[in-house]
């Protein structure tokens, strides 16, 4: 059940149909509602922090509830409310209701992290997607190709981006012969050729220019070989850029507090005055590489006084989309390399690379990913539905100790089919997880992670059979 039907409540409702699961909406906006009657599932109009409500949708069924309003204050009510109206309207043996709030505000975020949300509210899993934003835009920047960036944690990556006629050592070729003949190639987990539908390839598989790919890479020095090996003549981006940012809201410092925890110098141009002093009194406003500028960012003099085409990067983080569209646009205009966006749009995201802007990232798309991580409670890492390659997933899955899995080698895995698996990531010495080729005579160990990347429809399949 899910109490928000704006793009990131139908989003949601779209990858669980996907998967097979049934889905009820709910909203008290009568355009929202609208927009949701094209999705295959249980519509209700009302207000979610109301019982009656909750009981017309079916709570006393549902097995998790997802508040995604616009609300913080009425998504934690939402969830304390369904969590109520289940125990007491749900048969005896019925499993507990686990509930996910996605909140704006960091001291909400807080008080779910210290565990203290779930204990006075009844909240399970508390999500705010700004800072897994920032780590893929971030990501995203490093090349001016990616159309999309996901990150699986501990230096494992999926790139997305096009095949060019440049990529000759991989083009009209299986990809098993490609193998052959380029020992490391990196694993490709989806697919999608101009008009078509996206799928996993097979090893008799041929590159075509054009192609759009999803491929597996680990670690960020590998970024530049593995595209140019598919076409795209890039540069190495330096390591410490000077960013600029426009706006002093909660993103923008969020992307700040980043970029300077890196040793960047950072400059941030707020045009309201108010906010712009808020930002200075902070902790994060007293560091040294931070300039905080106040002032108009689509005004020319402005930035040429400030030497921002001297910036290797430029992110809009305003409170208004097209207003960060805007100001990027102008500073790539005036000689900024490279130029990011964190948008609340996903119709946007399709249409800014167009525009000449290098990267830019859909909070709502980051929020998606990290409910369904939550949901799926037998996974144990990232949960990352492709962008640009539709209806393909990755999933990552834990070998525990005990399992029948242990001591046998990845390719003795029931994945028959269009499955794939894009990493190995192993325990080290120091406790960490350092990511590895998923070679097929791989012996698997306790404590590995696997991840797969799969239709949406065998998830379920998946977790069944690895979650022994």
């Not at 304390?80 to 996910?100: F, G, N, P, Q, V």
């Not at 305003?318 to 900024?336: F, M, Q, R, T």
Request: proline share 4%.
């Amino acid at each position: 059940m899910i109490a928000g039907a704006g793009r990131s409540g139908l989003e949601l409702a779209k990858s669980l149909l996907s998967e097979d699961k049934p889905v009820a909406l709910i909203d008290n906006d009568p355009r929202a509602i609208k927009m949701a009657q094209g999705v295959d599932c249980l519509v209700v109009h009302g207000d979610a922090t109301q019982r009656k409500v909750l009981m017309e949708a079916g709570i006393n069924e549902a097995s998790v509830f997802i508040a995604v309003t616009n609300s913080d204050e009425r998504n934690i009510l939402a969830c304390s409310l369904a969590r109520h109206a289940h125990r007491i309207s749900s048969e005896k043996d019925s499993s507990r209701l686990m509930t996910i709030c996605r909140v704006n505000d960091p001291n909400f975020m807080q008080e779910g992290r210290e565990g203290h949300l779930k204990k006075w509210a009844g909240v399970d899993r508390v999500l705010h997607p700004v800072d897994g934003s920032v780590e893929r835009l971030k990501t995203g920047l490093l090349m001016t190709c990616f159309d999309e960036v996901i990150p699986f944690g501990d230096g494992a990556f999926i790139l997305e981006m096009e095949i060019t006629k440049d990529a000759q050592d991989l083009t009209f070729t299986s990809l098993e012969e490609v193998s052959q003949r380029i020992s490391d190639m990196p694993v490709i987990v989806g697919m999608k050729r101009p008009g078509d539908s996206p799928y996993i390839p097979t090893k008799h598989t041929q590159l075509l220019p054009k192609d759009k790919v999803a491929v597996a890479a680990i670690g960020k020095d590998s970024f530049t070989r593995v595209v140019r090996l598919f076409g795209h003549d890039e540069v190495d981006f330096t390591p410490t850029p000077r960013v600029a940012i426009f706006g002093a809201g909660l993103v923008a410092q969020r992307v700040a507090a980043s970029y300077l925890s890196d040793g960047c110098r950072v400059t941030v141009i707020e045009s309201d005055l108010t906010k712009a002093n808020a930002l200075s009194g902070t902790s994060l406003g007293a560091d040294s590489n931070l300039d905080i500028i106040n002032g108009d960012h689509n005004d020319p003099e402005l930035l040429g006084e400030i030497e921002l085409a001297s910036h290797d990067v430029a992110i809009g983080a305003l409170d208004n989309d097209h207003a960060s569209i805007a100001a990027v646009i102008l500073a790539s205009e005036l000689g900024v390399p490279r130029t990011g966006l964190i948008l609340s749009s996903s119709d946007m995201v399709s249409v800014v690379k167009k525009m000449g802007i290098t990267f830019a990232v859909d909070r709502n798309r980051v929020s998606v990913d990290q409910i369904l991580a939550s949901i799926h409670e037998r996974l144990t890492g990232v949960y990352g539905v492709l962008s640009t390659i539709p209806d393909i997933v990755g999933i990552c899955f834990r070998i525990r100790a005990g399992s029948q899995y242990v001591s046998k080698v990845i390719d003795d895995l029931p994945l028959s089919g269009n499955l794939v698996v894009a990493f190995l990531q192993r325990p080290a010495d120091d406790g960490k997880m350092m990511t590895l080729r998923p070679s097929g005579e791989r012996v698997l160990q306790p404590g590995d992670r696997v991840i797969i990347f799969a239709p949406p429809d065998r998830v379920d399949e998946i977790e069944r059979r690895l979650g022994s």
